[in-house]
């Protein structure tokens, strides 16, 4: 799978693919973390887009996964014990990582995961963040398996889930 930063022609493709993703995750789990209208919405990936943040894995000339990569860390995370004690400009957030619901389970998700090092490598970025729903079992199996550790839990609110407890992990890049 190629990843690569998103261009502008590609929101369509993005858009639809968040639906997919959104509808799938509502009707197996019930959970609203993510919403139609609420978040992720196309002004959200277009601002990504914009500012440079939207990163896209095509698998044969299709988009298959996204995410959106910021650099510094989520002040909404307050000072947990970070294993790098690194300045915002050497730290970067992943978050919205999701794949299309006909390509689960091929290890896509992984693969993004390994895009976003390699470019936190190239860009002298020290550490990887993110924060994960507690009761997102897959999500959270799938960023240990990538190496990411867990650092603490925080409560936090987003306008999509309310005020919840999420995981915080990091990747030593």
Known sequence: ????????????AVSALYNEIIDLFQSQTGTTAWRRGVYPTEADFQRAIREGTLYVGELDGS??????????????YGDPP???DAPDEATAVIHTLGVSPSLTGQGLALEMLEGAARLAREKGWRALRLDVLEHNRPALRLYERAGY?????????????????????????
């Open 149 to 173: 550790t867990y650092i603490a839990t925080k409560q936090i609110w987003y306008e999509s889930t309310g005020l919840a407890n999420f995981l915080l992990y990091e990747y030593v890049i």
């Open 1 to 12: 799978m190629n990843v690569r930063q998103a261009l502008p022609g590609d929101l369509p």
């Open 82 to 84: 970070w294993q790098v």
């Open 63 to 76: 988009l298959a996964a996204g995410m959106i990569i910021s650099q510094g860390t989520d002040k909404t």
